[in-house]
């Protein structure tokens, strides 16, 4: 079964950035789809951005313009730029991996960002 491990822990200031990785043990083109998710304690995980095996992009709307996801095919890898961070964006951000058949997520990775 395919795994997918995030990095990137991170304590940033408010307007600073972050860049979070997620690694696949294999070929990311395995999966249909990718996706970073956030969730914090007590409140329903949600989709930040996703993109698809054809590489076309999308966000939450409390993200655009300020996040960027994309992926290395070769490093069977996908990352989470993340710039002019707010408090706000504190929360666990999970990696997913998907298909018609099966869903693949990390662990998860804390980001916190002080004001």
């Known amino acids: 079964q395919v795994q997918v491990v995030e990095s990137g822990v991170g304590l940033v200031q408010a307007g600073g950035s972050l860049r979070l990785s997620c690694v696949a043990s294999?070929?990311?083109?395995?999966?249909?789809?990718m996706a970073w998710h956030r969730q914090a304690p007590g409140k329903q995980r949600e989709l930040v951005a996703a993109i698809s095996a054809s590489g076309t992009t999308n966000y939450v709307e409390s993200v655009k313009g300020r996040f960027t996801i994309s992926r290395d095919i070769a490093k069977n890898a996908m990352y989470l730029q993340m710039r002019s961070l707010k408090p706000e964006d504190t929360d666990v951000y999970y990696c997913?991996?998907?298909?018609?058949?099966?869903?693949?997520w990390g662990k998860g990775t804390q980001v916190t960002v002080s004001s």
């Open positions: 294999r070929n990311i083109l395995n999966f249909g789809s």
């Open positions: 997913k991996g998907w298909t018609i058949r099966t869903v693949t």
